[in-house]
């Protein structure tokens, strides 16, 4: 199977509120630059791979408990 068959598998699996958010995805990919930007440096990659540890140790706070605290 090619990856765009696998791709329209998985589309026409999805429930329509994820084909929704698909469909977004895909047409934000889609109307991507071709250059991804500058490369990233460690102090920058680093700062993401804590951020992204804190997500998944539940580290986080909601929207609204941030805006709440800040009196927004």
């Known amino acids: 199977m090619t990856t765009r068959?696998?791709?329209h598998r998985l589309i026409d699996e999805l429930p329509d509120?994820?084909?929704e958010l698909a469909r977004v995805w895909l047409e934000d990919l889609h109307d991507a630059p071709d250059d991804n930007g500058p490369p990233l440096d460690a102090t920058t990659l680093a700062s993401l791979d804590r951020g992204l540890g804190d997500?998944?140790?539940g580290r986080t706070k909601s929207l609204e408990?941030?805006?709440h605290e800040r009196g927004l």
């Open 65 to 67: 408990e941030y805006r």
């Open 5 to 7: 068959e696998s791709l």
């Open 17 to 19: 509120d994820q084909a």
């Open 55 to 57: 997500i998944t140790e």
